[in-house]
């Protein structure tokens, strides 16, 4: 992670827009935006046309996409990479998150305020389970950079302070204070807290990550299919899991 790289580049975009657009008309790319620059070693090698797709970052040996959301529109791309290059996918976790509304008819924004809820990496596991089947290739790398944001809604939602089912304009990175690869499926197993007691169920794990769990559920399911962990029994009527050695 280098933190000023990132800050030069979040910076210079962040601005760029501003200049042009003002707030209030910002797009929703700028995150993306952001990170094309930062992982990309030259901006010659960013949307490159490979095997019919358009690929976000391609160094000629391997290809970075960087994916906000809807992991599912990325398996045709991984179906054409993966065969002939290592992929890695970049998808961004706000860590900390302020948030402002904007009024559509005015284009006035509301001060900023912080989220009390902190983002993890679990979080990406209701992206990852749309890709599920693809996780094991050994071609396929993952990146998670946790972001601090300053999120903007429109105000046109359905319910009577039009915030409920509103749209998200844009998201705005202030800093990057972590950064979580998996290069390989050996390293899924840092998901599991050293200190959880083994074995353990879905609910032990979800208090130990403090995640909910539902959430939970989903992340044991992709490591039990990673053969990360493995089901050993049952506690009641819970499900027991043990990490592979």
């Given at each position: 992670?280098?933190?000023q790289r990132?800050?030069?580049?979040?910076?210079?975009i962040v601005?760029?827009?501003r200049e042009r657009n003002g707030i209030g008309t910002l797009q929703e790319k700028t995150v993306h935006a952001v990170l094309k620059d930062y992982y990309a070693p030259s901006r010659d090698m960013q949307e490159i046309s490979v095997n019919g797709y358009v690929a976000d970052i391609f160094t000629g040996k391997e290809i970075i996409e960087i994916q906000t959301a809807n992991f599912n529109k990325m398996r045709g791309k991984l179906e054409s990479f993966l065969p002939e290059y290592?992929?890695?996918?970049?998808?961004?976790?706000p860590y900390i998150k302020w948030l402002s509304w904007i009024d559509e008819e005015t284009g006035e924004c509301s001060q900023l305020r912080k989220s009390p809820v902190k983002g993890n990496i679990y979080k990406a596991f209701?992206?990852?389970y749309k890709i599920k089947s693809y996780?094991?290739?050994?071609?396929?790398?993952?990146c998670f950079p946790l972001l601090n944001i300053e999120e903007y809604r429109l105000l046109n939602g359905w319910s009577k302070?039009?915030?409920?089912?509103?749209?998200?304009?844009?998201?705005?990175?202030?800093?990057m204070v972590d950064e979580i690869r998996f290069d390989r499926v050996e390293d899924y197993v840092q998901l599991i807290p050293y200190e959880l007691e083994e074995p353990f169920t879905a609910a032990e794990f979800a208090k130990s990550v403090k995640i909910r769990k539902e959430e939970a559920g989903r992340v044991l399911h992709i490591l039990n299919y990673l053969q990360v962990i493995r089901q050993e029994g049952k506690r009641g009527k819970a499900y027991l899991y043990k990490v592979n050695e």
């Open positions: 992670m280098d933190e990132f800050e030069a580049i979040k910076s210079r601005s760029t827009q290592p992929v890695t996918i970049v998808y961004p976790i209701y992206e990852l996780l094991p290739n050994k071609n396929l790398k993952l302070d039009k915030k409920k089912g509103s749209c998200r304009y844009d998201r705005i990175p202030v800093a």
